[in-house]
């Protein structure tokens, strides 16, 4: 059944000492208790009366009193202060700090004024105590809450830096609000945590699509490719892995030093006429012409001589 709701005048009265908040002491605010009488249409049906009935579902969530609009337009105007319960974690600020960034969840917040419009934002919430409730965790929210206060936008240390990312989305606060100080940390972690998961994404991706056979040699087949390909399969395959690179190390050395004017050694061969050069050299034949020409040239003397560098 519904009960009577009399008429609320938030005009010249409520600063006079007729105005119910001023019979009731509270400076321009209203009793939770009175709101009730004023804010609410709800079914008695356990055929009590109004106030026994209101009584009972004092502070009660949505899902058993919906109030309705010009109820909730009418609370804003009496309180300039609101209680956010993040995860159970309350937090009071002016309606005004939330106006300050309007496109945000709370900010949207403020100029809800139906039920439908409330409950697309938060999860639940009570006129008659002027609280919103969140069913998030509440860790971000005091850095979240210090941006609408401030201006400024911090990471949160000890919190994993995905869960802060999706809590910036669920506020609706842009990433790039992030201070200075903050925004390289921010993506570096950012970046190495999506990498991390592409790795193990890969990785799980490769086990489901090895296929060594059945039959005796299927366990062998596995633990060679193991061996040779995963070095943090086993013991064994980090030292075939280590060698392996050492390998690599060694003869990417021995052919740089080989480059250097200073570690080449100069061989002289001494070749009689009519005689065959070494086999083992290219082209040896033309090293040995063009050196005997020098020779003739240059010290005057007969004799065939060939000079090789290495």
């Known amino acids: 059944m519904s009960f009577f709701v009399p008429n609320l005048n938030f005009g010249s009265d409520s600063h006079s000492g007729n ?26 049906k356990d055929n009590d009366t109004t106030d026994g009935y209101l009584d009972r579902k004092w ?16 609370s804003r105007t009496v309180n300039r202060r609101v209680v956010i319960n993040v995860g159970g974690t309350r937090h009071e600020v ?18 809800c004024c139906t039920h439908d419009q409330i409950m697309e934002l938060c999860d639940d919430y009570s006129i008659l105590d002027n609280e919103y409730f969140f069913d998030r965790h509440p860790r971000s929210f005091s850095s979240i809450l210090n941006f609408y206060r401030t201006g400024k936008l911090h990471l949160v240390e000890e919190m994993c830096v995905l869960s802060f990312s999706d809590d910036l989305e669920f506020w609706g606060i842009d ?38 056979g059945v039959g005796v040699c299927a366990k062998y087949r596995k633990r060679t490719w193991d061996l040779l390909e995963k070095p943090t399969s086993s013991k064994a395959a980090r030292i075939v892995a280590v060698v392996s690179i050492l390998f690599i190390v060694i003869s990417t050395i021995a052919l740089t030093l080989n480059t250097m004017p200073e570690l080449q050694v100069e061989i002289i061969f ?41």
């Not at 502070?59 to 010009?70: L, N, T």
């Not at 002016?94 to 100029?111: F, H, M, Y």
């Not at 009519?274 to 050299?281: D, H, I």
């Open 175 to 212: 990433e790039n609000f992030l201070e200075d100080c903050c925004q390289h940390k921010y993506h570096q972690r950012k970046e190495h945590v999506y990498e991390e998961m592409r790795k193990e994404a890969e990785s799980l991706r490769e086990r489901e699509e090895e296929d060594f």
């Open 19 to 44: 105005s119910p908040a001023s019979q009731n002491g509270l400076n321009g605010s209203y009793s939770s208790k009175n709101l009730s009488h004023t804010m609410f249409n709800t079914e008695n």
């Open 270 to 310: 001494e070749v009689e006429p009519g005689t065959q050069p070494p086999v083992a050299y290219n082209n040896i034949e033309k090293v040995i012409d063009s050196q005997k020409q020098d020779i003739n040239e240059e010290e005057g003397e007969e004799g065939n001589y060939g000079v090789v560098s290495h």
């Open 59 to 74: 502070s009660q969530s949505v899902d058993h009193i919906i109030p309705e609009a010009y109820a909730i337009v009418q």
């Open 94 to 111: 002016l309606w005004r700090t939330l106006e300050r960034l309007p496109r945000t969840r709370l900010g949207r917040l403020r100029d």
